[in-house]
């Protein structure tokens, strides 16, 4: 029997039977060929746990009133300190708190209240009006020179700024003593200035000193912060207005800077208890 050549040949006949037919081949059965069983698809692991989030913190927005990278709460007005339990002695060395201190040329309210701010137990900030005023360089206007519009409009100027930082100092968790020469018959130069601009939570302090200590420490002074003995006295002598006003006062003629600093704290701790009314 030929074959075509190139075609397969037919699979070899078995003894005692018929010819086996394979699929693909002439003569096969006819229908679908059956494809060999596929192994089972493994089920596919469950999905894993999702965890939540990790939180980040939120960006500091655009614009905010930044130092570094550290938020700065903005200064507002200071209230009046929470006054304690009536059991608990209130300790003003350790409490935040804006101080105004005032009194005469030669009173001694920048070295008090320099001294109170080194030696509290809480940061705690020294502000001279007078410094503040000296700021101006050119053009400065020399009280002493004789007190008119321009002297008074850079007194509110500087009155303001020394506010202004205080309240800052204040937001930010740092007390405040200010100093500044005021008058109890003059609005210019009142305490309703400060008021408005620190907050109703400043507390006011009277140094008055005797004239005659007085006159003595204003004549170890020197440039435009010395003034003539007249000028001291004049001063003096309204200053003894604060008397009857309600304002706790401190005659510290016999006092050294240390002791008038701890009778400060002795009289600012009656005035948390019981903030005076001004």
Known sequence: MQHAVGSPLPPPHQPGGAPQQQPGYLGAPSGPVQSAPQPPVPPAPPPAPQHAPVPQHAPVAQGADTTGHVPLPPGGPVPMPSAP???????????????????????????????????????????????????????????????????????RLARRTCGFAARNFLANGISCILDDAIFPDRPAVGLGGWKRHVGPGLLPVVLLPGLEVVLERNAERSGNRRLTDEEVARIHGRMAGWYGSGLPIIDNSQLDVPTTARVLDDVLARAIASPPKW
């Open 85 to 155: 339990p009536a059991l608990i002695v209130p300790d003003p060395a350790a409490t935040t708190l804006a101080v105004l201190l005032i009194g005469p040329a030669g009173a001694g309210k920048t070295s008090v209240a320099k001294f109170w701010a080194d030696h509290r137990r809480v940061p705690t900030a020294h502000v001279s009006l007078d410094d503040v005023r000296e700021w101006v360089r050119s053009g400065f206007a020399d009280p002493q020179s004789g007190w008119n519009d321009h002297s008074e409009a850079q007194y």
